[in-house]
Each structure stands twice: as structure tokens, then as C-alpha cells.
């Protein structure tokens, strides 16, 4: 059984630009959900796909946005990059029954310049 | 809104002692999931141990425990016989279930446990 993986990394990038991240769901699993953790804090949920549709958001602007494709695994776009977008964003990946205990992946540090 | 409240930034303690993490939540919802997840440097979040609110019994793992405390909404971690990969952050969460599944999670702040030699 493989684990949660995302890509990747590390990024940089500069105020303004846009950037894609990239997420692999756990076997089994078909609901993934995204979180963005500032340095020193607890993380902050921005949003759950389920069956390719957006199934909950967190307190984030529209320009976090998502994707989930037909095989669960998930895609968290960010458009017109700001200087506190910098971030480890990290994905989740969980099975939609009784169970719905999330599963990490190691995480994607964004730095934005 | 749900929140979750950890009052121990940091904590330290010698290997094999007994330590015991706080974390007490905020909600008016009766159906919902608590979580102890562990951050160790290389960031990866670990799930340490889970409780449905509906069952009384506390949730055990190994060496993990919890004291759920549901009218007082407290959710403690005992880690007995402490070992230095226990240095981690760890992190208390909550969620909602609502019939069709989990909602996202609330986490707390976090506290840095440090496991002394």
C-alpha cells in the first residue's frame, strides 16, 4: 500500500505569479484534502474534494483553488502569489466512510520572493 | 466555529518518564473525531492516536493513551516510557461528522515535546 506523496518539494517563486502543487491519494482512499501551515503554527485547512468536486472550504480566498481527477489524486493551484502565501502545504488523503482518518503526505515549502 | 486550544508550547522531559499533553476543544456539535498527530523535523504528520466522541472508552496505542474528558471538552495525550524519537511537535485536532463523511480539520497550535537523553 503506497502512502500520500506530493511534488514537489520545495518551490520558489516570486509576488504575483501562480504556482501548482501536486498530490498522490493513499490506496483505497478517495477524498483528499488540502492545508497550509505557516511556520511555528498548527495547519489550516483549505479545502476537501470528494468525487472530483469541492466538498468543504476553509477560510481561504478564491484564488486557492483545486482539482481532484478521477484517479483521487488532487491538484491546489494559488494565483497572484503574496509574500505570506509562503508556506508548507500539505495534502491529506482519507477514505469517505465511518473511518475518515486523514493520511499526510510529506508536504510541499513554498517560499514565495 | 470549532476551535482547539493546546496551553504547553514547549515541554521537556528526561527518556522513560511519563508526560502528558493537553488539548481542550470548543464545540456545540455532539458527532465528532479528536486526533493527536506528531510532526517530527522532517515534517511529515504522523497520526498518533484517534477517539470518536461517541465511544466513552479512551483510545490506546502502545504507548500512547488518551484521558477524554467529553463534558469537560478535554483531550490529554500520556505518552509512558518516553523515547527520543518522541521529540516532535505535536498537534491535538477536531472534526465534524456530519452522516456523509468528515469535514476538514481544526488544529490546535501545537507543542513541542523534547525528549531529554
Known amino acids: 500500500e503506497t502512502g500520500v506523496t506530493q511534488s514537489p518539494t520545495h518551490l520558489i517563486k516570486t509576488r504575483g505569479q501562480q504556482v501548482t502543487l501536486r498530490c498522490s491519494s493513499q490506496?483505497?482512499?478517495?477524498?483528499v484534502s488540502w492545508y497550509q501551515q505557516a511556520l511555528g503554527q498548527g495547519p489550516q485547512f483549505i479545502f476537501q474534494?470528494?468525487?472530483?468536486?469541492?466538498?468543504g472550504r476553509g477560510n481561504f480566498p478564491p484564488r486557492f483553488s483545486g482539482l481532484q481527477f478521477p484517479n483521487y489524486s488532487s491538484e491546489l493551484n494559488v494565483n497572484a502569489l503574496e509574500l505570506d502565501d509562503s508556506a508548507l502545504y500539505l495534502c491529506a488523503s482519507s477514505r469517505r466512510d465511518f473511518t475518515d482518518t486523514q493520511y499526510f503526505g510529506p508536504g510541499t515549502r513554498l517560499t514565495v520572493l | 466555529a470549532q476551535t482547539v486550544t493546546q496551553s504547553q508550547p514547549e515541554m521537556s522531559v528526561q527518556e522513560a518518564e511519563t508526560v502528558t499533553l493537553s488539548c481542550t476543544y470548543d464545540t456545540s456539535e455532539n458527532n465528532y473525531y479528536l486526533f493527536w498527530y506528531k510532526q517530527p523535523p522532517s515534517r511529515q504528520m504522523i497520526l498518533v492516536i484517534r477517539?470518536?466522541?461517541?465511544?466513552?472508552q479512551n483510545a490506546t496505542e502502545n504507548r500512547f493513551s488518551v484521558n477524554f474528558q467529553k463534558a469537560a471538552k478535554s483531550f490529554s495525550l500520556k505518552i509512558s516510557d518516553s523515547q527520543l524519537g518522541d521529540t516532535a511537535m505535536y498537534f491535538c485536532a477536531f472534526t465534524l461528522y456530519s452522516g456523509g463523511g468528515a469535514d476538514g480539520l481544526t488544529f490546535g497550535k501545537g507543542t513541542h515535546l523534547i525528549i531529554q537523553p
Open positions: 477517539q470518536e466522541a461517541y465511544k466513552q
Open positions: 474534494y470528494y468525487r472530483e468536486e469541492e466538498n
Open positions: 490506496s483505497g482512499h478517495n477524498t
